[in-house]
């Protein structure tokens, strides 16, 4: 529990800048002898003198008084700011914290740090790389001011951004016979083994888009990653489907890959900036930000089309 309060510390603020008691309780609103007694209240608690009072001399501050006086300042102005209603928003502003869907964040996430520091060098911003369980869970708690995500299992809690669409890709062997065509359907692979994501609304999502045109897709293997996705796919153990789509033929163990768009238009995902209900300035331009950072990981001058 506190012992001392904020006016007692108003009390020692006041007399420290007025350099006397009776000046500083006219500018507090309280007679001299309450004032002197709760500066004295203040020093017994402390176990501490705070201010030097000579009859005749001007109030001044010990060398312990000087300390105190310095966290006794920022205290109060911590606390004006708490009672002031656009006080705490723009304090808050300070701080924005980014989150980031994992599979994205390997081509967004560097971008986007990049782009927040040069245009916003005075906020301090803050990222978590998550599941899409957490990161909407994150949002609504209001742990994370902003995210970009795949538009997955948001619901109308949600205000959305459409940053890009893009496309799934097929991971394959060189010597695979589908990977002598520019680009494939569902339909073209429904009949191979697959390695679809591991993340529940992942797998749940590409699964459903097989079903939706009537086909039934064998899912052969769950990949904790990307990389491990393109590994199992060049060592011939299915085609790899992923929306994340990293630079490079080469997988993690050095097999060569192919990768192939999968062109139906059902199978276009959006990318997304996500937040939860209204936001304070300036967060609208950081939006902004993080939007045009957004469409340098994906590659894309603007939303539309695939990647």
């Known amino acids: 529990m506190l012992y001392l309060s904020l006016r007692q510390l108003e009390y020692v603020v006041a007399v420290a800048r007025a350099g006397s008691l009776t000046v500083a309780a006219q500018q507090v609103n309280v007679s001299q002898p309450a004032l002197s007694v709760a ?8 176990q501490q003198k705070l201010f030097l009072r000579r009859k005749g001399v001007p109030v001044t501050l010990t ?3 000087r300390l105190f006086l310095s966290d006794a300042e920022t205290l109060l102005a911590d606390a004006a700011r708490l009672e002031d209603p656009k006080g705490l928003g723009r304090r808050r502003l ?8 994992d599979d994205l964040a390997p081509s967004h996430l560097a971008p986007l740090l990049r782009l927040m520091r040069e245009q916003f060098p005075e906020v301090e911003v803050r990222t978590r790389v998550v599941t899409f369980e957490v990161l909407a869970e994150a949002l609504l708690a209001g742990d994370i001011d902003l995210a970009l995500t795949y538009d997955l ?10 940053i890009a669409q893009v496309s799934p890709q097929a991971w394959l062997r060189p010597d695979d016979p589908l990977a002598m065509i520019k680009e494939i359907k569902l339909v073209d692979i429904a009949d191979r083994p697959l390695i679809l994501s591991d993340q529940g609304l992942s797998i749940r999502h590409m699964v459903g888009l097989f079903r939706s045109l009537g086909l039934m897709p064998h899912v052969a293997h769950r990949a904790a990653s990307v ?3 393109r ?9 790899g489907i992923s929306y994340t789509n990293p630079a490079g033929a080469i997988s993690y163990d050095g097999k060569e890959l192919v990768r192939l768009p999968i062109v139906d238009a059902e199978a276009l995902e959006p990318i997304v900036l996500v937040h939860c209900g209204p936001q304070p300035e300036p967060l609208p331009d950081i939006r902004s930000a993080v939007r045009a950072a957004a469409l340098v990981g994906t590659g894309r001058p603007d ?5």
């Open 63 to 65: 060398a312990y008084g």
């Open 39 to 46: 500066i004295t209240q203040v020093e017994r608690h402390l």
């Open 227 to 229: 990389e491990v996705l």
């Open 94 to 101: 300070e701080r924005v914290v980014l989150g980031i869907f």
């Open 303 to 307: 939303p539309g089309g695939s990647a």
């Open 153 to 162: 299992g948001l619901d109308s809690s949600f205000q959305r951004e459409l």
């Open 231 to 239: 590994s199992l796919a060049a060592n011939g153990e299915g085609v």
